[in-house]
């Protein structure tokens, strides 16, 4: 499996590489608390991207993001995952 976590617009935030689309973080046997944690960054990132990014916002989002991306790579161990800065459109790869 090869996914990006990211905060676009329309997406769940986890996309899958391969087979295109979103995942459901529910349907992967991600933890609760991981799950909530990605909703709510996915909250955040809307309402600053609705109301105009500014570059320290953009890197606290990406550092959040690549927190999030990092732990969920722990959680699903031998998944390759990148991280994709919506704002930045910049990709980084975890694993």
């Known amino acids: ?4 976590i990211d905060a676009m617009r329309s997406g769940t935030g986890i996309r899958d ?3 295109g689309g979103y995942l459901k973080p529910e349907g992967l046997g991600l933890s609760s608390a ?4 990605l909703k ?3 909250v955040d990132y809307q309402i600053v991207r609705d ?4 570059n320290k916002e953009v890197n606290e989002l990406d550092r959040a ?3 999030i991306a990092t732990k969920i790579s722990k ?3 031998g998944v390759k995952i990148e991280y994709f800065s919506d704002a930045a ?3 980084s790869m975890l694993r």
């Open 65 to 67: 993001g690549m927190k």
């Open 40 to 42: 709510l960054w996915l």
């Open 17 to 19: 590489i391969v087979n």
């Open 34 to 37: 991981l799950i909530n944690t």
């Open 1 to 4: 499996m090869y996914i990006t």
């Open 51 to 54: 109301r105009g990014f500014t």
């Open 89 to 91: 459109m910049k990709r």
């Open 75 to 77: 959680e699903l161990n």
